[in-house]
């Protein structure tokens, strides 16, 4: 059964500052999603990682994945207050897509 | 918007009737899914569908059914709502094994 673990689970930041977010799961998967969410708003697409070392990066936020280590990150560099929301990851495992429980994310100014 | 729609997008029903909730898309995308968001959970996968009338479970399919009788339209039915059942229910669209996945607005399920 594929399980999908994210931490931290909260995370709370000053502006300015980088922070790190991790995906572990539990089986073999070379294709894995990162998705941002407002409140009371839908998911939004940030990233879709397709092979071992893929890295893909959009403004502040840098995703990388590594297969082997079955580990995904996602990387903040000098957050911003508009970066506050929770982010998923999402594992690709034939047709299912399992998500972790997401990284509330609050950036103080 | 990649072309999803959900409906109803709010509900309030009470224990033990039966509920249908309505994913519609535009674009013809082989796969669809359900999923139901709830606090402390993130999302959990209810049902999954790759093709008309090809549909399979996912984590949470207890209490849940499906039927996807054309590509642009996929039912989640609950046969006979529970409390349990409240959440606030998400549909998505994958077009192929490597593409993006989208995701509809979201009903909200109030079941009293």
């Known amino acids: 059964e594929l399980k999908v673990e994210q931490n931290p689970l909260f995370l709370s930041m000053q502006e300015g500052k980088n922070y790190t977010i991790y995906c572990n799961y539990s089986?073999?998967?070379?294709?894995l999603y990162w998705y941002r969410q407002d409140p009371g708003k839908s998911l939004e697409s940030l990233f879709v990682?397709?092979?071992?070392?893929a890295v893909k990066q959009e403004g502040r936020l840098m995703a990388s994945l590594d297969t082997k280590a079955r580990l995904s990150t996602l990387h903040i560099t000098a957050a911003v207050h508009d970066l506050s929301a929770t982010y998923f990851c999402?594992?690709?495992?034939?047709?299912?897509?399992?998500f972790g429980k997401g990284t509330r994310l609050h950036i103080l100014p | 918007d990649a072309g999803i729609t959900q409906s109803p997008r709010h509900k309030v029903t009470e224990t033990g009737t039966p509920v249908t909730l309505r994913c519609h898309q535009t674009?013809?995308?082989?796969?669809m899914y359900w999923y139901r968001q709830d606090p402390g959970h993130g999302l959990r996968l209810i049902h999954y569908s790759y093709g008309v009338k090809d549909t399979d479970k996912g984590e949470v399919s207890d209490g849940y059914s499906v039927s996807r009788s054309k590509t642009e339209d996929f039912l989640l039915t609950l046969e006979s709502a529970t409390s349990s059942q409240t959440s606030v229910y998400f549909c998505?669209?994958?077009?192929?094994?490597?593409?993006?996945?989208?995701f509809g607005p979201g009903t909200r399920l109030t079941v009293l």
């Open positions: 998505a669209i994958r077009d192929g094994l490597d593409a993006e996945q989208f």
């Open positions: 674009e013809n995308h082989r796969y």
């Open positions: 990682l397709l092979s071992n070392g």
């Open positions: 999402a594992v690709v495992r034939d047709d299912k897509i399992i």
């Open positions: 089986t073999t998967s070379d294709r």
